[in-house]
């Protein structure tokens, strides 16, 4: 449910006072293996209005079903659990950001099948296709995507793009010719910015891995993430060249290739809604649409304003889509109140009670789409469910050397011309652990 690696870093004093006051487990004894009653902890690694949220449903939930729910918000969640892990102080159940930290506490044995706990048959009929692999480990399903996110999102200003014709594109070559035509009469096709402090750089493997999806499917993209394709394979390099030629050519991006690096990605897409707007394009993640990052006057007439597509595929019937988001997985595999809960945070009856928020998604395809309170949250909802394939964001599955190390830093280096794509991806390759 956090707002992807942007929300990495973005702390306040006052969560923090409150965490260390004892937000947080301990780790006593009713946490997870041993504990039988009904009063259970959930951890998690989103905090702020998303955790009041949050809090608010489930509880209204728990109380209605005999169960005690110790909600342990932490923005440091990766740490923590890793920690209460290796001590044996586990919650009961925690939601897990990253599929590679899931994967690697499943492999220790600590985390439930959850094939006995959850009705699989459901499972399989209403989530997006891919979405319950990114909880699997050697073909087990350790964690479910509770909350997701999408990053196949193309924004635009939606009564500047009409006036000017501007359709939609059904395809990946009818995007390509879309962004010619728009520049052909003068103006920029896209907006670009990959600037976000330490994190500087996702945006651009976002962007990668997109067209790695898109070009090859998958079954490819899953095996690149994996390292079983090079890093510096032929197929990546081939998507270095899509984006030279569709964001960084002259022309093709407000303020030009070398404004990208220092260009911030929240608000790089402002210039849109200017007269004449800076740009006609924005390729981001749903989250964008929430406050904080696009002007105020926009969101608050955001139906109206915001226009949003999907990166189209390589055809008309094919729909892949890029995302992330927060898996449950289960601990106490014994505990009848945490299995209880299991099955509610992976039901659509949570799925509707969370879709009012705004900020939530579901990647259950038989959550009311009616329910999510903007025409746009509903685009995304809809994107999400008619997606032909979801693969969970590559660089939160990589090693951290590589997915927050090196595949950040080399493609800052590529975009602001200090290295050539080629270089850039050997030295991600080389970089990759032995």
Same mark, same amino acid.
């Given at each position: 449910m956090r707002i992807r690696s942007a929300g990495r870093f973005a702390v306040t004093a006052g969560a923090v006072a409150l965490l260390t006051a004892g937000c947080l487990s301990s780790g006593s004894s009713s946490g997870g293996g041993g504990n039988t009653s009904n009063s259970i902890e959930l951890m998690y690694g989103f905090t702020g209005n998303q955790d009041k949220d949050f809090q608010k449903v489930v509880k209204a939930w728990a109380d209605k079903n005999d169960v005690t729910i110790k909600f342990s918000p932490t923005p440091d969640f990766n740490n923590l659990i890793n920690t209460k892990v290796a001590g044996n102080q586990l919650p009961d159940i925690a939601f897990f950001p990253q599929p590679g930290i899931m994967a690697s506490i499943a492999k220790q044995g600590k985390l439930a099948d959850l094939s006995s706990v959850l009705d699989t048959a459901d499972l399989k009929a209403n989530f997006v296709p891919g979405a319950l692999e990114a909880g699997q480990v050697d073909g087990k399903q350790y964690a479910v995507l509770a909350s997701a996110n999408i990053k196949s999102i193309v924004y635009y200003p939606k009564k500047a793009a009409q006036a000017a014709g501007v359709a939609a594109p059904q395809t990946l070559d009818e995007l390509m010719a879309l962004s010619q035509k728009i520049k052909a009469t003068g103006a920029t096709p896209w907006c670009f910015g990959i600037e976000n402090g330490p994190a500087t750089g996702w945006p651009a493997t976002d962007w990668v891995e997109n067209l790695m999806l898109i070009d090859y499917g998958s079954?490819? /993209?899953?095996?690149?993430?994996?390292?079983?394709? @090079?890093?510096?394979? &032929?197929?990546?390099? =081939?998507?270095?060249?899509?984006?030279?030629?569709?964001?960084?050519?002259?022309?093709?991006?407000?303020?030009?290739?070398?404004?990208?690096?220092?260009?911030?990605?929240?608000?790089?897409?402002?210039?849109?809604?200017?007269?004449?707007?800076?740009?006609?394009?924005?390729?981001?993640?749903?989250f964008l649409a929430q406050p904080g990052f696009f002007p105020k006057n926009v969101l608050a007439d955001l139906d109206n304003q915001l226009g949003v597509f999907p990166m189209p595929g390589k055809t008309a019937d094919s729909h892949p889509v890029l995302g992330g988001g927060d898996m449950a997985g289960l601990f106490s595999a014994d505990n009848d109140a945490a299995k209880?809960?299991?099955?509610?945070?992976?039901?659509?009856?949570?799925?509707?009670?969370?879709?009012?928020?705004?900020? /939530?998604?579901?990647?259950?395809?038989?959550?009311? @789409?009616?329910?999510? &309170?903007?025409?746009? =949250?509903?685009?995304?909802?809809?994107?999400?469910?008619?997606?032909?394939?979801f693969v969970f964001d590559g660089s939160d599955q990589m090693p951290g050397a590589v997915g927050s190390g090196s595949f950040w830093k080399e493609m800052v280096a590529w975009i602001s011309g200090q290295e050539t794509a080629k270089q850039a991806l050997d030295n991600i390759e080389a970089s990759w652990p032995k």
């Open positions: 079954d490819v /993209y899953n095996q690149w993430v994996q390292h079983k394709i @090079a890093f510096n394979d &032929p197929k990546v390099l =081939a998507v270095t060249d899509q984006i030279d030629k569709l964001l960084l050519a002259d022309g093709q991006t407000n303020g030009g290739r070398k404004a990208i690096a220092s260009n911030n990605f929240g608000t790089a897409g402002n210039v849109m809604f200017n007269t004449p707007p800076g740009c006609y394009m924005y390729r981001q993640g749903n209880k809960t299991m099955k509610y945070l992976s039901s659509a009856e949570f799925g509707n009670s969370m879709a009012p928020l705004g900020w /939530y998604l579901s990647a259950r395809k038989d959550v009311d @789409a009616s329910k999510y &309170p903007s025409k746009t =949250a509903q685009q995304f909802a809809d994107i999400t469910s008619k997606g032909t394939e």
